[in-house]
């Protein structure tokens, strides 16, 4: 059984169809990339499975419930975790801060609304602190942990949100271009640290145009292109298949 099923999924801004009848799966346990020229619908795609915006018409399963029309939080309680194309970090929060904002869904109580006297509160925060700080280890930023997030490079603030929706413990994560802005050191980091997510039973969706890493860490990989699903199979078959090499040409945005 499909942890994530699209079915003919559909949207239109402006009389553009972002997405044609789109119907895809994604299978528990694996990594499945999802790539297309500038503008093929992927981030669009992304936008629909984690509430941000509904469909046309269409569906989509997670789990076997239908969550087509759910709200973003409620996906997000489900276990869609995401991260964005364009970073979203609390610049003015700490790094550690930032990581621990993950948590809170999970948390009794929001961390910062209770006040500090409450020992279980205090009990409770420690154990995030904790684990906070061994997912920035897992990203290689513990030694910036108490940082300002708007201190850190480009490439280093979107490792700290991906190791927030890493915090929210997610079953499904989606990640939009995560390698876009990295250092190549950061990108072996993060195809390492995708690889290792699998292995603790995260099932992710990645869109990326850097090819080298998204043919290296994913099990199947789907391309759209103008809207509409072009392939979908393993890796060496669609780097290989003619209508996906044809479409990047005639686009003329290949990645990198
Ligand atoms: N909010 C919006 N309003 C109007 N048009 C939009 C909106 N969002 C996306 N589009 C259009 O929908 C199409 C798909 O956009 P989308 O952002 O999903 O592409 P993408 O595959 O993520 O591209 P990229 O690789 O550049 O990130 C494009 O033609 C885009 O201009
Ligand atoms: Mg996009």
């Known amino acids: 059984m499909s942890l994530l099923s699209i079915e003919q999924l559909t949207k239109e801004y402006d009389g553009i169809r972002a997405l044609d009848r789109v119907s895809l799966k994604v299978e528990g346990g694996s990594i499945k990339g999802l790539i297309g020229p500038n503008g093929a619908g992927k981030s669009t795609l992304f936008h629909l499975i984690s509430g941000v915006e509904k469909p046309d018409s269409g569906k989509i399963l997670f789990k076997k419930r239908d969550i087509t029309n759910m709200e973003s939080h409620e996906r997000s309680a489900l276990g869609i975790g995401r991260t964005f194309q364009t970073v979203q970090v609390w610049g003015n929060m700490t790094v550690v801060e930032n990581v621990m904002a993950g948590m809170h869904r999970r948390l009794k109580g929001s961390l910062f609304s209770y006040g500090l ?114 392939a979908e199979g393993k890796p060496e078959n669609v780097r290989r298949n003619s209508v996906v090499m044809e479409a990047y040409l005639t686009r003329g945005s290949a990645g990198k």
């Open 117 to 230: 006297w409450l020992p279980w509160i205090r009990t409770s925060e420690k154990e995030a602190l904790k684990e906070a700080k061994e997912i920035l280890n897992s990203l290689g930023l513990l030694g910036k942990w108490e940082s300002t997030a708007s201190q850190l490079p480009y490439g280093k603030q979107k490792l700290l949100e991906l190791g927030r929706a890493l915090a929210m413990k997610p079953q499904l994560l989606l990640l939009d271009e995560p390698a876009s802005g990295l250092t190549l050191s950061e990108i072996e980091q993060l195809s390492e640290r995708i690889s290792e997510m699998r292995q603790k039973g995260v099932t992710v969706f990645i869109v990326e145009h850097h090819m080298g890493m998204v043919m290296e860490v994913a099990d199947e990989i789907a391309v759209l292109h103008n809207g509409e699903l072009i």
